[in-house]
């Protein structure tokens, strides 16, 4: 009965806009492992971090105790512009599935970033300005990251060189122009400006780079430019703290309608969405005051929970970056070239994999045409264009709408919709044309990347 | 005082979406001169326009009395998937003009059609449903009105003909791609599947195509297939009808804080944005209720109301359409290679020609450059990407605020923002690289299209 007192969008007020951001870690019984210093194999220390990160992005890193931390007005201000972002009920899904399941999805592709990366990339630039920088590095795959973040060094000023995936920049020559409208340099990695990418054009001439290679370019540079720092978009604390607004402003349009999810669904590479989806239902479940099943999404060609293992690995291929304990295929794996859906880090964020170790989530992985194929059918229906890398969540959302068809089961399932399609037209493209195909990593594939681990017990 | 409670975003309740449009037709006194068939010039009839149009919107077109019509329940279901629209309150673009005006924008750009042009498709798909037709036919150019109209068809399981201009075809691969996403045919125009593309291509072998040509092609299947009609996305009344949801939103969102603009905005290209957004506003000028400062602006390459002919003329190159009384640049004139921004079409609504004639409603042209760098500063701030069509309201509403700033006055500005310009990164990418450039038809050139317009009086 209340039922049907459900709009199609629930939209909060301006005014629901959370003003804190929750760390999960402060309620986990078993924090995510430490970073650790590759030369020393110690944790990284707040000075060993500096010439990296921000200040105060380093204390959010290494904070692991405080649940809630302020956000800060100005960048409360930033989030305005596009928050809160609206949680929508799929009745027309729902519709077509002919599915007694009740599905929800949060969508934070409407803002020109298109995508949720953004709430990270704006607390990032907010602090970079903050400790007086002159601007920041990073690197960019899909381009997505680097599209926010072109965004939020523009809204405060601040200079923004992004290295970016060399077969991104040449096959996404859109995304480059976007960040190049909000005023970012963009260089194809590995490049020669560096010289971790001259070390790896040596060793491997022809190559089209990697999410790694280009991280470990971005940092160079930052490390060796005065008044600049590194920022990166997914993997770290930091970003699953600020990307817990996600969560938080489901959680609270939820419960204007009194709403319960039984299963919440997200797409998970670096786990920055996954992370701040799931944070404030996780947080219930680690206090005992509520239970819900949560379902990690990768690609099959790039399955690193469901198939890589629990270790301490470098973040980035020219290994300068510190060793992080998570679930990996190894900093050398990269996924086959046609693979088309984005998440394609060989890693996943420390948090998530302990709270996997812990049996706390689940983790399926789903091949790309069918990825695709629900991303065709929830266009057609729910209007939204998704991304290949959201619709992985979706795909699984499906299933699970499917799986209550056959039991009559009504449950509710809530997912993350984490951003728009408009750029990845090709991959669309291939697929339209039936050019597109799946491909599974063997054993003796991923073998080879695990075999690169460092040693560090 | 007031004025700080009002917040960045306005969102009307679900339930506010309008239940009617508004015709602004029943309250002007000089009514838009009717359609005329080209054969006997005498007004066409609903039997005449029966093989072309779907029945009911036949109705529409020619209705100009009645000031409210009902929107079907299927159809108010359909907006609810995207709509009411935000209306913005471009603070931070008034802080970076360091201007005393207050500027308002509707955002239209946040549905997957990245457009306006959903508002009419989903109308339009939904009265060929009811008639019980297979599909439609129509034209694209930049993309907007055929992808917003493949969305709409998949929804209510029409086929949907596109006929896209060739030249975007080809440059626009992935506007393409979307539409085949949503189940879609797209034929580049002029193609040999017709007789006026065959002729046209004859006599025109290199041509890379026009609205104008699209529009014959997609006319011409429309009358030749059983169970087809054709359906156009901007000029015709119906469409402007449909639009009104625009203007009736941001007028309800506006009352809510008590602010009325001074000043209202538009980019003009058929028409069907800037006649949607002012329509309730225009109906309170026609009444004398209210009185507002109305601005139509258009590309200074296709100057249709700046410096065409207020005259009768074909909608169409193959001149196979009705006769419209409105002002046009000829429909042989086409806007030069380097004009990247949309707004091309050579004539202009009936009901907008009309107002401005009367002077209710004033035009200004802007050049492309100028467009390109207003829509830039936009993006930087506001953080929306607006497309090139859109662009052109906002460089006139950042120059009115400049004005303001000069003189002092807080003067209310409300512009139209359509769509965003996430297919339009070509344009953009000129613009980044200093190789954009303006173009002016001079008189002669003008005179070329004035020469081919039919003798009617």
Chains 1, 2 share one sequence.
Request: charged letters at 20%; one cysteine or more.
């Amino acid at each position: 009965m209340a039922e049907n007192k459900i709009p199609y969008k629930i939209y909060l007020d301006e005014s629901e806009i959370p003003t804190q951001w929750y760390n999960v870690r402060a309620d986990m019984k078993n924090k995510p492992a430490p970073l650790l210093n590759p030369a020393t194999l110690k944790p990284m220390t707040h000075a060993d971090l500096a010439p990296v990160f921000c200040d105060e992005l380093i204390d959010q890193e290494l904070d692991d105790t405080d649940a809630y931390i302020d956000i800060p007005e100005e960048i409360q201000n930033f989030y305005k512009m596009y928050r809160p972002s609206p949680l929508i009920r799929a009745y027309f899904l729902e519709k077509a599935l002919d599915t007694p399941a009740k599905i929800y999805y949060k969508f934070e592709g409407n803002n020109t970033s298109g995508s949720h990366k953004l709430n990270s990339a704006i607390a990032q630039a907010y602090y970079a300005k903050k400790q007086g920088l002159k601007g920041v590095t990073t690197e960019t795959g899909a381009g997505q990251w680097g599209t926010a973040l072109s965004m939020a060094c523009s809204y405060f000023g601040l200079d923004c060189k992004v290295f970016m995936v060399k077969v991104s920049y040449e096959q996404k020559p859109f995304r480059r122009e976007v960040m190049r409208t909000y005023g970012a340099s963009v260089t194809p990695s590995p490049s020669t400006t560096t010289e971790v990418g001259k070390k790896i054009l040596e060793a491997h001439p022809g190559t089209t780079g990697s999410l790694g290679c280009a991280i470990s370019e971005a940092v160079e540079v930052a490390t060796h430019t005065d008044g600049y720092r590194y920022v990166l978009g997914s993997v770290l604390n930091q970003v699953l703290l600020h990307q817990s607004v996600i969560g938080l402003e489901a959680k609270a349009a939820l419960e204007k309608y009194d709403v319960k999810p039984d299963i919440i669904i997200g797409c998970a590479g670096g786990g920055s969405n996954l992370g701040g989806l799931i944070s404030p239902f996780m947080g219930e479940k680690l206090r005992g005051e509520n239970d819900y099943k949560f379902i990690a999404v990768e690609p099959a060609s790039c399955p690193s929970l469901t198939r890589g293992k629990f270790a301490y690995d470098f973040c980035d291929t020219g290994m300068i970056c510190p060793l992080a304990k998570m679930y990996t295929l190894g900093s050398g794996f990269i996924p086959s070239a046609n693979h088309a859906g984005g998440l394609r880090f060989h890693g996943m964020s420390s948090t998530l994999s302990q709270l996997y170790h812990d049996g706390l989530m689940e983790a399926r992985a789903v091949e790309q045409t069918s990825v695709f194929a629900a991303a065709e059918q929830f266009a057609r229906v729910e209007g939204i264009l998704p991304a290949p890398e959201s619709s992985h969540a979706i795909r699984v959302a499906i299933d699970e709408a499917l799986k209550c068809k056959e039991t009559g089961e009504e449950k509710t399932i809530l997912f993350g919709l984490t951003g728009t399609g408009y750029f990845d037209m090709v991959a669309y493209q291939k697929y339209n044309d039936g050019e597109m195909s799946d491909y599974i990593p063997t054993d003796a594939d991923l073998q080879q990347g695990f075999d690169g681990l460092p040693k560090v017990d």
